[in-house]
């Protein structure tokens, strides 16, 4: 009797666990079925009964926000920005700045006083109207077409032409091609030639940065639409979202990636589109508006330091300028289109239609600014170009803290060289 008293318990306990167990497995099909969302710990999705694509075509485009229209007028009165008759202006010229800057040096290119040079033609609203909504402690990786960024931030004339001429007062020390820009004292990290390499290092500049005790900064990452084809984007991205970085992708798509067009260039919703499959909130903007930029990037500045996570910030425009002096865009687009960009798509023309409205533009006055700036830069050419390059060391110097041995062995061999053949080196153009 005893031996059956303990079978039967034995069984009922067998029984009990598998009540359990099946009352598991009942829970999870109700999980799972009953409310129709998985729990794969990939993704979290409803459950459907057929087999469905999900095409291009059934994704709603994210919107584009604009504040401004073609003349110059606030559509949503709720989206005026209220700022400052004063910054306002500074805005205005900021970009007359860089513009008649951009038309000096292109022509010295042309005319072979510096190497190279790409201008910013049709995008001075994105540089200027998201380097206003910023603090100058917010940290720039540039990609080498946001010149006015650093306008904004107090890069002066000067500083601009040293480093187009790479002079001795250039403070990348003549290392750098002409436009590859940077400034310690406004945290504008140096611009680099290879595309998107900045990406993925703006993104660990964001992580090291959320790690600091009470961070008060972000980073922005300017990068154009043909570069997130490159597959740093695709880690920058990652990395952005996984470890919640406090990083701004901002995307400049203007249509080209030298002679590239955006519908060969990629496919799907733009640069944009791709923020959500990333798990990245995005926000998309008319380029060509400054006080459109200016609100989305306050937006994004405002998301990105109180959540600590990244936004992805795509501004629509058009290059109306050549990729570079390297480049004929002629040959792949008509005269007429680009006159539309230039005229009455053209940022500056936007925010001058603004200011007429206000009675905030003084014609002559404008103007007599113009001939200034000219006048300024075309002195500073005359005197940039007759400064001295720095000292022919400099080209084993700053990569290491102290020059290694095979490096010393270089420098005195180019050394023996030019006392050896001096007649064949400008050393006298060489800071000595």
Known sequence: MLSISRSAKSIQNVLERFKIKLNLVRNCRMVA???????????????????????????????????????GKIQDLTQ??????????????????????????????????ISFYMTNFGEEASHIGSAA??????????????????????????????????????????????????????????????????????????????????????????FGEGAASEGDAHAAFNFAATLDCPVILFCRN????ISTPAHEQYKGDGIAGRGPGYGIA????????????????????????????????EAMAYRVGHHSTSDDST??????????WNSVEHPISKLKNYMVKRDWFNEAEENDFVKDIRK?????????????????KELFTDVYNDVPLHLQEQMNELKQNIEENKSYYPVKNFKA
Not at 44 to 67: G, H, M, N, T
Not at 254 to 257: K, Q, R, V, Y
Not at 331 to 340: K, L
């Open 331 to 340: 040959a792949y687009r008509s005269s007429a289109e680009i006159e539309v």
């Open 376 to 392: 300024k830069v075309l002195k500073q050419i005359s005197i940039s170009e007759k400064k001295l390059k720095p000292n022919w």
């Open 254 to 257: 203007n249509g080209f990636a």
């Open 133 to 222: 909504a910023l603090e100058i402690r917010d940290v720039i990786y540039g990609q080498y077409r946001e010149a006015g960024v650093l306008v904004w931030r107090g890069f002066t004339i000067e500083q601009f032409i040293d480093q187009c001429y790479g002079n001795e007062a250039d403070v990348g020390k003549g290392k750098q091609m002409p436009v590859h820009y940077g400034s310690k004292d406004l945290n504008f990290v140096t611009i680099s030639s290879p595309l998107a390499t900045q990406m993925p290092q703006a993104v660990g500049a964001a992580y090291a940065m959320k790690r600091r005790k009470n961070n008060d900064a972000c980073v922005v990452c300017y």
């Open 33 to 71: 079925f009953a409310g129709h969302t998985s729990v794969f710990p990939g993704a979290k999705a409803a459950f459907v009964s057929q087999p469905v694509f999900v095409l291009p075509k059934d994704i709603e485009s994210i919107p584009i926000y604009r504040v401004l229209d073609r003349d």
């Open 282 to 313: 995005t926000i998309r903007v008319d380029g060509t508006d400054v006080f459109a930029v200016y609100n989305a990037m306050k937006l994004c500045r405002e998301y990105v330091m109180k959540e600590s996570k990244p936004a992805v910030l």
């Open 80 to 113: 005026d920005p209220n700022l400052s008759k004063e910054t306002v202006q500074k805005m205005f010229r900021d970009m007359i700045l860089l513009n008649t800057m951009d038309k000096i040096l292109y022509e010295s290119q042309r005319q072979g006083r």
